[in-house]
């Protein structure tokens, strides 16, 4: 693996937090186009970046100035190349939260297993995998409950 290839895949997980963050939706269903998310808190497989976009915009509270007033922090990356040629990356995450009911905090903290496959116009998802470990006040962010 190249460095270049290294920046695209990093670049990836950044834009999936970032368009979470600031609800772009759209862009988020095109990073999944050829994926699929899994997470531990439900059975749900999404597929696809159509459902995928729709199963976020459809959960996520989104706020008068267009974001879910969210800041999702990823660390602690590890590497490793699957014998098929993908890149697996996991990685840990932390979601801060404040709104005008509730002061900044850390809502939620987990870890992401993604896999990466090379297309011919770069690297992209092929999985997501999304174990939430722990869980604070989420009463401002979801539609939904985590089980």
Request: glycine share 6%; aromatic share 10%.
């Given at each position: ?66 974001t879910l007033?969210?800041?999702?922090v990823v ?73």
């Amino acid at each position: 693996m190249e460095l270049s290839d290294r920046i695209q895949i990093e670049n990836q997980i950044f834009r999936y937090t970032r368009y979470v963050d600031t609800c772009q939706w759209d862009d988020l269903g095109r990073l999944f186009t050829h994926a699929r998310i899994t997470a531990n808190k439900t059975a749900q497989v999404l597929i696809g970046g159509d459902v995928i976009r729709d199963y976020w915009k459809g959960i996520n509270r989104q706020y008068e100035n267009g974001t879910l007033n969210t800041h999702h922090v990823v660390t602690n990356l590890e590497w490793v190349e699957t014998p098929d040629g993908h890149i697996q990356v996991k990685s840990c995450f932390t979601v801060f939260q404040a709104t005008p009911v509730l002061p900044l905090q850390p809502i939620a903290c987990g870890r992401y297993d993604d896999v990466f496959e090379k297309a011919d116009d770069g690297w992209r998802f092929r999985s997501k995998h999304i174990d939430v470990t722990l869980v604070g006040n989420m009463s401002q962010h979801l539609n939904i409950a985590l089980a």
